[in-house]
């Protein structure tokens, strides 16, 4: 892999890596600030507004899950949105319109299990979030070097960013391979466990942070990528200690979905948007 | 053939193109960790030592194989049952239950998680659970546990901790992601104890080298007992580990072998489990990739049966591969064939097989095989679980007449072995829907 003049290396997967690339360097604070927000939940219309409320709240990226009937990586609160979503009659062709507007403003990473991805054939898939101005994807259930050759090589084809996951329990030289095979950033995965908001951040998320920065790093590609923390970070506090640790962004999802299941959903994820900005000095 | 499906070579990640292991990141280490194992104890004769012994002296093994001869006389050839509901806990699962929980043990692992449908497979983790001092938690759908009460208390008896699961249809598919979703955060002490040869690998050839038993036994059993091979082997298929287990030994015989699905309300209904049988897409479900039911957009769909255990919208990828192959073939046997069965096998030899064996049975005593001499039936389990279930679905077909003496089935013709006509009438059985109100 050659490497730019800014020091960053050439994507392989084209345009999608290069606007997440973006979104990494040009944030402000102390990291990129990712919001999840579950595709169509409460209802499409209302979806749509708090997907603005993140825009305006200063996403840098957001990351757009589709409602699936059996989420394994996920906890409650996202399984229980994800479930009203599809009870509402919320569908894939829902999130894709939610995402491709949203596009015009952020770039978006969409979250989805695999039997999605797989269903119409991954050449449709990664040519229809292309259509759809997406940036990048990201399947929990899909890890590096088992299933994930066909994937990747349609996403790189389709010029969408394949970004894969590592956990507490992934040992270095793993989060060598997977780092070595992530495009647009890594997810690090802050907790062994589902989705959901933690009192505090796990003993763990230093580590996992280290790693996840350092394993394999220096060759080549996998010099600069850059390392998103999530699974549990609430508040603007842990985003701090995110930041603090080394993490490049800070995803947050159950607690902004919670806010999105409130009285007044946009009101309520305003507050909690403005609550990460200041904990990344902003 | 491919020889994918030799269980000789090892835990298989792969069955033809089904199987594979579609996880969380954190679960990889664990499934590394398994296999690795179990390459190790398969073949450790201290491990086979103690499992032999206990599946000798606790479960009570082997398992007789019987020939049913009234079941025999109405099905016209003869019919041989495989007793997997005289085990210990009443069915076939526990013989992968204790395996899997001796497993656990080795790897020092002092918590386990299990899902349960029929609550049988509950039932027999947490009672190996028991025997081998582990801490047990059992996922259970709630619509699951109200079909499935007796067990839930069983289950409590034995100081496990059942866990009901209120998502979707609330049936086995929910108990399974569940226990799924426990294990991503728990795996450090946590051995997930799937209970079925599905789920990613290598939980299909573990269970199925775990449940092989089943087969080995009848083999030897029927070579003895009846001086030949069957030509057919049936069994019933949910996730499909009693089948794959009976199938085992056979495979590479001249033996037909008919794995019998849930039915349901029939295929066409779309309210079914036949998930080999319809000829359903391949998709993703529990870390494997396999035949599926699931919409255009790739939501997976609730299957449905009378019977819980069969009540499951995906199947092993050993099975999807034996169909592909033209080794096996798979039937549906719908709910109310299922259920009147269940009644006849109960009446025809005084065994109440549980509603997942009935489907085979109906298939066994109703659906013509001229070319079949000798069937060989693993009958999965015991039916007690059943009886609310079964006896309300019976009237819900025969109305108050259900359990009247004369079902309306086929008297049995009476042959050289055959019963006494009188004995019949006069009345082996409730009289009446009103007697067991
Ligand atoms: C008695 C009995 N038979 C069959 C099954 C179906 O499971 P499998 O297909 O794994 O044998 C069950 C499941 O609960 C069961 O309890």
Redesign the pocket.
Known sequence: MSTGPTGTSTPRAGAGEERIAAAFRDHEGAAALMPYIMGGYPDPSVSRDIAKAYVDGGADLVELGVPYSDPLADGPVVHAAGTDALNAGVTVDDVFELGEQLAADVPVVLMTYANIVLRPGIEAFAARMRDAGFSGLIVPDLPIGEDSADVVAACDAAGIAFVPLVAPSTTEARVAEVRSAARGFLYAVSVTGTTGERASLSDQFEEVIRRAKTAGAGDGAAADVPVGLGFGIANGEHAAQAAAAGADGVIVGSRLVRAAGEDDPVAAVSAVMADLASGLGR | MSTAHRPEIGSERRFGPYGGRYVPESLLPALDELEAVWSELRDDPAFKNEFRGLLRDYVGRPSPLYLARRMSERAGREVWLKR??LNHT????INNALGQCLIAKRMGKPRIIAE??????GVATATAAALLDLECVIYMGVEDIRRQMPNVQRMRLLGTTVQPVESGART?KEAVSQAFRDWVGSVGDTHYVM????GAAPFPAI?RDL?RIIGDEAREQILEQAGRLPDRVV???????????IFTAFLDDPVALVGVEAGGHGILSGSHGAVLASGVDAGVLHGSYGPVMQDAQGQILEAHSV????D?PG??PQHAWLRDSGRATYVPVDDDDAVRAFREVARLEGII?????SHALHHVLHVPAPEVEVDLV?L????D?DLAEALAKLEEIDGAAALAADDGEPTVVPTAIGSDPEADEDGDGPQGAEEVR
């Open positions: 997997e509901d009443g069915a076939h699962k349960t449908g029929a609550g049988q497979h086995l209970g079925t040869a599905a269970v449940q069994a019933c298929v949910g996730g499909g580990s009693n089948a794959i287990g019977s819980a255990g069969l499951y199947v092993g097989p549980a509603l997942e064996s693993c999965s389990g015991r039916g679980k």
